[in-house]
């Protein structure tokens, strides 16, 4: 029986973690498959609705064989169940916020966060009603103070861009199960090397792949990262419907 990859060092996970031989040439490095749709049994769902787990690749906008790949390592290192790719950082952070705020609702959010991020959220989000609190996240208890009855998201960026200021993701997470919002952490500073917030009671973590992950600073990607219950949703709603998916090339 083969070993259990979970059971992997990180550095092995890093390399092997969501790679599988080619079946048909047994070709160890992952294929790059650019082809748009897939060959499919009669009487498959074009539905976002119909979308699964089980469902079989039928078109790159749903799934893809190479972002899977690269969704599956991503998942391994972050000791995540499942994972979405998008077409860039902002992709994965906009597809959060749409996915879980509506009109009436309240995000808490770092003051210092990456410029794009702060911009969204100071311009964008109030646009469709949804109140936004900025505060300083290397102090938990302004957290704390900045939560409402209708506060449905915690986002964190630690280590923040540009500043490097740092949040105690433990200590908001606690504060944030205790109010029951959803708490996210852009980790793209720290990567999984350094910091993995699911295990510090994070409910999702996002990377801009772009940074450290891609490493060379020629790929642009995005990634959100947690529970397969959060993300199934993530994945229907946003994902699919609004197409910012990543380039199996880039993946």
Same mark, same amino acid.
């Given at each position: 029986?083969?070993?259990?990859?979970?059971?992997?060092?990180?550095?092995?996970?890093?390399?092997?973690?969501?790679?599988?031989?080619?079946?048909?040439?047994?070709?160890?490095?992952?294929?790059?498959?650019?082809?748009?749709?897939?060959?499919?049994?009669?009487?498959?769902?074009?539905?976002?609705?119909?979308?699964?787990?089980?469902?079989?690749?039928?078109?790159?906008?749903?799934?893809?064989?190479?972002?899977?790949? !690269?969704?599956?390592?991503?998942?391994?290192?972050?000791?995540?169940?499942?994972?979405?790719?998008?077409?860039?950082?902002?992709?994965?952070?906009?597809? !959060?916020?749409?996915?879980? $705020?509506?009109?009436?609702?309240? %995000?808490?959010?770092?003051?210092?966060?990456?410029?794009?991020?702060?911009?969204?959220?100071?311009?964008? $989000?109030?646009?469709?009603?949804?109140?936004?609190?900025?505060?300083?996240?290397?102090?938990?208890?302004?957290?704390?103070?900045?939560?409402?009855?209708?506060?449905? !998201?915690?986002?964190?960026?630690?280590?923040?861009?540009?500043?490097?200021?740092?949040?105690?993701?433990?200590?908001?997470?606690?504060?944030?199960?205790?109010?029951?919002?959803?708490?996210?952490?852009?980790?793209?500073?720290?990567?999984?090397?350094?910091?993995?917030?699911?295990?510090?009671?994070?409910?999702?973590?996002?990377?801009? $792949?772009?940074?450290?992950?891609?490493?060379?600073?020629?790929?642009?990607?995005?990634?959100? %990262?947690?529970?397969?219950?959060?993300?199934?949703?993530?994945?229907?709603?946003?994902?699919?419907?609004?197409?910012?998916? !990543?380039?199996?090339?880039?993946?």
């Amino acid at each position: 029986m083969a070993q259990d990859p979970r059971t992997f060092q990180f550095s092995t996970r890093a390399i092997h973690a969501g790679e599988r031989p080619d079946p048909a040439t047994g070709a160890s490095a992952p294929n790059l498959v650019m082809s748009t749709t897939f060959v499919t049994e009669a009487g498959g769902s074009f539905s976002a609705v119909d979308f699964g787990e089980t469902t079989p690749f039928i078109y790159t906008r749903w799934g893809n064989p190479t972002v899977d790949q !690269l969704e599956r390592k991503l998942a391994s290192l972050e000791q995540a169940e499942a994972c979405v790719a998008f077409g860039s950082g902002m992709a994965a952070i906009t597809a !959060l916020f749409l996915h879980t $705020l509506k009109s009436g609702d309240h %995000l808490v959010i770092s003051d210092v966060t990456y410029a794009a991020t702060a911009e969204f959220t100071k311009d964008f $989000l109030p646009r469709f009603g949804i109140e936004v609190t900025k505060v300083d996240m290397s102090d938990p208890s302004q957290v704390q103070a900045a939560l409402r009855p209708n506060t449905r !998201l915690i986002y964190a960026e630690t280590p923040a861009n540009p500043l490097v200021r740092l949040t105690d993701i433990a200590a908001v997470a606690v504060i944030s199960k205790a109010a029951g919002t959803l708490f996210a952490v852009d980790a793209t500073f720290a990567t999984p090397v350094a910091t993995r917030p699911l295990s510090l009671g994070a409910d999702l973590v996002l990377h801009s $792949l772009t940074k450290y992950i891609g490493g060379h600073g020629d790929a642009i990607g995005g990634a959100i %990262l947690g529970s397969s219950a959060l993300l199934a949703g993530i994945k229907k709603e946003i994902a699919l419907r609004t197409g910012g998916i !990543l380039s199996p090339f880039n993946a």
